[in-house]
């Protein structure tokens, strides 16, 4: 058995879409990013790359390759996915965000990252807490933070 340890962070602004876990969420104020920003995705692929000690996200799919630019981060998890040859046990994830309340969205995320890892759903957790107005721009509504932590064997 091994484990991933994954975790993004992005500035949040408006006239972006809000991306998680390749779903979009209504919002204000969406991820800032290279590529769809979508943090929580990008906290999945640097778990996924972490298991065999593999690099980040950033050291496969640089921001400074305009190939991935606006790219949609389901097909980077796809990407990642081709060369990964365990089977993942179980996933947890946290999302950090003021604003908006995810509880409604939740269980279509998770089945958005158990088709996109193939695994079972029940097997994806993903809770959603807040800043408490504190921690600065996550505090603010102005970032959005994600982690993430896998179980392969």
Known sequence: MRIGQGWDVHRMAPGRALMLGGVQI????????????D?????????LLGVDANGDIGSHFPPSDEKWKDVDSKELVRLTMKNFKHRIINLDSTIILQ????????????????TLLDMDV???????????????EL?????????????VE
């Open 139 to 151: 505090g603010t509504g102005d970032a959005i933070e994600a982690s993430v932590v896998i179980l």
């Open 26 to 37: 209504p919002s204000e104020k969406g991820e800032v990013g290279h590529s769809d920003g």
């Open 39 to 47: 943090v929580l995705l990008h906290a999945v692929i640097d778990a």
């Open 122 to 136: 029940k097997d994806v957790s993903v809770k959603a807490k807040t800043a408490e107005h504190l921690y600065g």
């Open 99 to 114: 604003r908006p309340k995810l509880r409604e969205h939740i269980d279509k995320i998770r089945e958005s990252i158990a």
